[in-house]
């Protein structure tokens, strides 16, 4: 499974963003998706996943403002982040996994697969 993630970018304080991951090499439902980011010298950070159902879990640090989904029909997965913050500053990674548990889906350790992850500076 291949992971190619986009969207990245410099954007000011309060402005939206959305990145995309395009899944390629497996049927793309089977796959729990999600994404993580990770600020400099900080560990990998659970951000949102969306499962095959559409069931989705946020991390509260960007519940109501960041938004998952993902379109099976093009084996896609977003993530739409709007009154974006300098804290949110990161590199951004999508991840994939067809095993997943409830339990597990904020681990970034379940996730097999990962794209090479794309950056997202916010100025204040």
């Known amino acids: 499974v291949q992971l190619q993630a986009s969207g990245g970018g410099l954007v000011q304080a309060g402005d939206s963003l959305r990145l995309s991951c395009a899944v390629s090499g497996d049927t793309f439902r089977r796959y729990t998706m999600a994404w993580f980011r990770q600020a400099p010298g900080k560990e990998r950070e659970f951000i949102a996943t969306?499962?095959?159902?559409?069931?989705?879990v946020y991390a509260d640090s960007v519940k109501g403002r960041f938004t998952i989904s993902r379109d099976n029909a093009k084996s896609t997965v977003y993530l739409q982040m709007n009154n974006l913050k300098p804290e949110d500053t990161a590199v951004y990674y999508c991840?994939?996994?067809?095993?997943?548990?409830?339990?597990?889906?904020?681990?970034?350790?379940?996730?097999?697969?990962w794209g090479q992850g794309t950056l997202v500076t916010v100025s204040s």
């Open positions: 991840a994939a996994s067809s095993t997943v548990i409830s339990s597990s889906l904020s681990n970034r350790r379940a996730y097999a697969f």
């Open positions: 969306i499962r095959y159902n559409s069931n989705i």
